[in-house]
């Protein structure tokens, strides 16, 4: 059974259980200003942030589940169920273990730089395919360390490309050119579901510092950027906290 200490994401600490610390500590001070006669605003202030820490908590690993396989945004993509697929910007691998769950007969280059923090700890190829191994797809996976703006492949190699929450981390400047990579290195009628953070309410109940520090384009530009890389949108749409795009690329 899978559960979520099944995988090693690596999701640090802060980011995984962080939201315990204002738990504990506000709904401590709500019981102890109920016990001893604080104002009612102050016990009242303190129960609602008490809430908003199990709420935050609880969309992180009930809704977004962020120790377990990223589900795939739409069925739409790869429904032949093969193909070459490069996933960029993989990180520890939610995305390529998930594509490979719901795909069997697809094989997945995961390629990241491996290198920084970006909420995970120890982010590394070993990593990655140790949580392959996990899910019974290593022999379909590959790492592969390398920059989404510059990518190691020949021209339209791939069947696919996946991005999940990596492409919007980047500077502004280097967004249309990881599109761009992405359109070169797969194949003409080739597939592309970018998958990028959405600041909606259950993302700023979870995390309304990162969201408040995460500015990239809005949908409407993102749509214009994929064009411009050589994509059509055939499809978007929402999940928890995030917003996805399917494309093609032009014949």
């Given at each position: 059974m899978t559960t979520p200490f099944t995988y090693q994401f690596g999701y640090s600490w802060?980011?995984?259980?962080?939201?315990?610390?204002?738990?504990?500590?506000f709904g401590g001070l709500a019981v102890l200003g109920i016990r001893r006669g604080w104002r009612r605003w102050l016990v009242s202030a303190s129960w609602l942030l008490a809430v908003w820490a199990a709420a935050g908590l609880l969309i992180t690993h009930f809704?977004?589940?962020?120790?377990?396989?990223?589900p795939l945004a739409t069925e739409q993509f790869l429904a032949s169920g093969s193909g070459r697929v490069v996933d960029v910007g993989a990180g520890s691998g939610r995305a390529t273990v998930g594509l490979l769950l719901a795909r069997p007969r697809i094989t997945v280059t995961a390629l990241d730089i491996y290198d920084g923090y970006y909420g995970i700890d120890d982010n590394t190829p070993e990593r990655l395919m140790e949580n392959a191994r996990i899910a019974g797809v290593a022999e379909r996976a590959e790492a592969k360390v390398g920059d989404a703006r510059q990518l190691p492949f020949a021209s339209e190699t791939y069947d696919g490309v996946i991005s999940v929450a990596a492409i919007d981390h980047l500077p502004r400047a280097g967004i249309p050119k990881a599109l761009?990579?992405?359109?070169?290195?797969?194949?003409?009628?080739?597939?592309?579901?970018?998958?990028?953070?959405?600041?909606?309410?259950?993302?700023?109940?979870?995390?309304?510092?990162?969201?408040?520090?995460?500015?990239?384009?809005?949908?409407?530009?993102?749509?214009?950027?994929?064009?411009?890389?050589?994509?059509?949108?055939?499809?978007?749409?929402?999940?928890?906290?995030?917003?996805y795009f399917f494309s093609r690329k032009h014949p």
């Open positions: 802060p980011v995984a259980w962080g939201h315990l610390v204002p738990f504990v500590l809704m977004f589940r962020i120790n377990l396989p990223q761009a990579e992405a359109a070169r290195v797969v194949k003409p009628g080739g597939e592309f579901l970018l998958t990028i953070v959405n600041a909606d309410a259950w993302a700023w109940l979870a995390s309304p510092h990162a969201i408040a520090h995460h500015r990239p384009p809005d949908r409407a530009q993102w749509r214009g950027l994929l064009q411009a890389s050589g994509f059509e949108v055939v499809e978007e749409g929402t999940m928890p906290g995030a917003l």
